[in-house]
């Protein structure tokens, strides 16, 4: 069994920055591209920056100068560096990763989602 455990959301002020981190555990073998996705009450899920395992990243247009997504493949972990939070950035946010465990297939998997609240 795999999983992704999210941390760093928070509450903060327009302006301000947060960090979030994804860490994965269990019988891994390998991760390949991971990804943060956030849903905002009313909305669909929407992908806000991703990283491949080369290191290659892409970012909503809305997030683009503001978000840095980076990773730590020692510590199976990916990072979101958020800075200049506006209140539209509020959502719950979820880590995704694609993950092949030990003598298993690679498969898609989700983390708990963690929630983000910029106040104005």
């Known amino acids: 069994q795999v999983q992704l455990v999210e941390s760093g959301g928070g509450l903060v002020q327009a302006g301000g920055s947060l960090r979030l981190s994804c860490a994965a555990s269990?019988?891994?073998?390998?991760?390949?591209?991971m990804g943060w996705y956030r849903q905002a009450p009313g909305k669909q899920r929407e992908l806000v920056a991703a990283?491949?395992?080369?290191?290659?990243?892409n970012y909503a247009d809305s997030v683009k100068g503001r978000f840095t997504i980076s990773r730590d493949n020692a510590k199976n972990t990916v990072y979101l560096q958020m800075n200049s939070l506006k209140p539209e950035d509020t959502a719950v946010y979820y880590c995704n990763a694609y993950i092949i465990s030990w003598r298993t297939s690679g498969s898609d998997y989700w983390g708990q989602g963690t929630q983000v609240t910029v106040s104005s």
């Open positions: 269990g019988r891994i073998f390998s991760i390949n591209d």
């Open positions: 990283i491949t395992n080369g290191g290659s990243t």
